[in-house]
């Protein structure tokens, strides 16, 4: 599967970036890469950034957004597509620096394509995105001339995400160069070591009665039926995604998480 470059700084970005065409402002988000393809009879495969990941052993940062791809593609866009070749690349998103709103932030957001020879600019990704029924990255501005960004005076926008300023910007030009900005809040976060986290409380603030009411509503709409396994399914990941520090990082006992979430689902269906 195709790699993907790191995206420089502005300051090792290619000159030729501002000194001629146009560029896309997009976000910035605080994740991690995931690669997917697509082969002939519709089946997945996915890479972080530097090897395959196998689908018996998905990292817990992964988890959510695989399953976001696997339920959320257009098979039928796909197998009427050729894509022999084409790898497609998103960001994973997980708690990690930015206070997310998580109920609205997607899972993975498409952030470039690779068609077997190049990377295609950036109209043509968030085309692509969409017609797979996945959410490509939001923009701020497109079309910007370059000669007239002046990274000097540019201040990072808020996020598309939360009520708060973006992780920083990626400038793309069409001719496939980039540069990233990040904000300065976020250039030097703070190390802390999560603390011993306690999984009943972290269960119970996440499976609220709404919450539980809005998973149930989702797997129906899926054609799902709202069972205990299925609600299990659907919300201890992403319980795993919202709370990745202190449940991953702080080595919470998961055993205990499982126990107390499928407790609280077996409650509400029954109550």
């Not at 206070?99 to 470039?112: C, F, S």
């Amino acid at each position: 599967m195709h790699p993907y470059p790191s995206i420089p700084s502005l300051d090792s970005a290619a000159d030729e970036l501002l000194e001629d065409g146009h560029l896309w402002i997009q976000e910035l988000i605080d994740g991690d890469l995931l690669r997917f393809r697509i082969d002939g009879s519709g089946g997945l495969q996915f890479g972080d950034r530097s090897r395959l990941l196998s689908p018996d052993d998905i990292p817990m940062e992964y988890r959510y957004a695989t399953q976001c791809v696997e339920r959320s593609l257009d098979y039928e866009a796909a197998l009427s597509a050729d894509l022999d070749g084409v790898v497609f690349y998103g960001v994973a998103t997980y708690q990690r620096t930015v206070p997310y709103d998580w109920d609205r932030i997607p899972p993975v957001l498409g952030i470039n394509v690779w068609d077997g020879e190049r990377f295609l600019p950036p109209d043509t990704v968030e085309q692509a995105f969409k017609r797979l029924g996945l959410d490509p990255i939001n923009t701020f501005a497109r079309e910007v001339r370059a000669t007239d960004f002046d990274p000097e005076s540019y201040t990072v926008p808020e996020s598309n995400w939360y009520d708060g300023q973006a992780y920083g910007v990626v400038l793309r030009s069409k001719s496939g160069n980039r540069a990233a900005i990040q904000a300065e809040q976020f250039r030097e976060p703070e190390e802390t070591q999560p603390t011993a986290p306690d999984p009943a409380k972290i269960v119970d603030e996440f499976a609220t009665p709404g919450r539980l009411e809005r998973a149930a509503a989702t797997l129906s709409e899926q054609g799902g039926a709202p069972e205990s396994d299925a609600l299990f399914d659907h919300l201890f990941d992403r319980l795993l995604r919202q709370e990745h520090r202190a449940l991953v990082e702080g080595n919470a006992d998961l055993g205990r998480v499982r126990a107390r979430l499928s407790k609280r689902i077996n409650d509400s269906l029954t109550n």
